[in-house]
């Protein structure tokens, strides 16, 4: 993908990774529609992107909205005529036990994370293969690729992404749609203070894993690396990536140490 003269619609924008990818990407003098529950936010990475010389246009979107899903999908699509790349990175996370979360959380966590991304990418898919092709970025996890503590929902929620994404591709390659999945370790962004605790109120704090991970801005150069090659996955963090090689290679190792993680 060249992300110089195209269209790019980024969600969870506001902050974090979604919102150091839009500025990365802007550097190229793209065209970008940026949105995020967080208007104020937006604002902010929509001043950096016109710095650089970008276009962009801001859309406040709750990717737990259905309907929101599809009118503002239906209006960026009317605006712009053409998106070549939809990258989404907007989610929530969890830091509750299983045997405390009430079933509303599991709705919560999996309405975001993954109904949200893929009603989304079903509202783009049309205008991509009627353009030709088209490249579809989702945001999963390490924790997408195996179990962990405190993020039962969550894990599920972005391995359930793995399955749908894989699909898409093998239904759509001839359509020229190409598709990424991201795989961050630890980043330091807020994921971890907005994450629902077992209340379903917000956790609040910054977890240690997430202050020693890897910069947003790092992350975001390593993923615009990814999807420039189009690479199919793209692996996203520092040495705590090595526990996918464990998973992949060594699971009876993997069993053993799952116990013994700490997940904060
Ligand atoms: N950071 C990590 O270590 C890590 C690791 C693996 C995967 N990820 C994934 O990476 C993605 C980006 O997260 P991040 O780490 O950059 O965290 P972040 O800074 O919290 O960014 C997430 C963004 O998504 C937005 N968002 C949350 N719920 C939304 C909703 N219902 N509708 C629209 N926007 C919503 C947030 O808005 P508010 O600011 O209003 O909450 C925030 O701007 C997420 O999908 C996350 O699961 C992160």
Redesign the pocket.
Known sequence: MNFDNNTFWI??????????VAIEISKSRARLII????AA?LNATASIIKNNGSEVITEV?????SNAIKETSAKVLDLVGRIDGLY??????QRSLVIDTPIENDHRIM???YF?VIALAKAVLPSMIAQGGGQLAV??????KFGFPLRSA?SAS?HALHGYFESLLAENSKNNIRVSI?????????????ALDKEGKEYGKMDE??AN?IS?EK?ARQICRGLRKEKNEVL??GKELMMLYIRRFFPSVYYKLAVKLKPT
């Not at 949105?35 to 967080?38: K, L, M, V």
């Not at 979107?61 to 909205?65: N, R």
């Open positions: 969600t969870g924008a506001a902050s974090g990774m979604g919102r150091s949105s995020d529950r967080d936010g979107l709750d990717m737990s909205d989404q990175f907007a989610g929530i996370s309405e975001i994370n949200g945001t999963s996890s390490l924790v997408g969550y972005k991201l795989i961050p370790g630890r980043i330091q962004t807020n994921i971890s203070k907005f894993g997430q991970g947003a992350a996203v963090g």
